[in-house]
Nanobody
Framework: QVQLVESGGGLVQAGGSLRLSCTAS????????MAWYRQAPGKQREMVAT???????DYQDSVKGRFTCSRDNAKNTVYLEMNSLKPEDTAVYYC??????????????????WGQGTQVTVSS
């Protein structure tokens, strides 16, 4: 089992910056990828940035050049550095972890864990 704790959300003016953190604990050795999603009111949850083991991060087009996702494996933490924030970035940001678990008869299952969400509000 993996537990996720997010932090770093807040209220900023357009053009400002925030740094989100998501720290995993528990069965962290089985983590395959970590990612950031966001969900604004009335909209579907969308991927913001993903970073898999040993790979460079991928970003949603709307945040490329503004957001930077990094991962500290020693700390089991993924970060999202958000710069040049826009009001359209306002959303609840969720940390997502893709992991695996060994179930009965040695079968490996893919498991997704979600953080509690942290509110990011960008005012104009």
């Amino acid at each position: 089992q993996v537990q996720l704790v997010e932090s770093g959300g807040g209220l900023v003016q357009a053009g400002g910056s925030l740094r989100l953190s998501c720290t995993a604990s528990g069965s962290t050795a089985s983590i395959k990828a970590m990612a950031w999603y966001r969900q604004a009111p009335g909209k579907q949850r969308e991927m913001v940035a993903t970073i898999s083991n040993g790979d460079a991060p991928d970003y949603q087009d709307s945040v490329k050049g503004r957001f930077t996702c990094s991962r500290d494996n020693a700390k089991n933490t993924v970060y999202l550095e958000m710069n040049s924030l826009k009001p359209e970035d306002t959303a609840v940001y969720y940390c997502r972890v893709d992991s695996t678990e060994i179930r009965a008869e040695g079968v490996t299952w893919a498991v997704i864990y979600w953080g509690q969400g942290t509110q990011v509000t960008v005012s104009s």
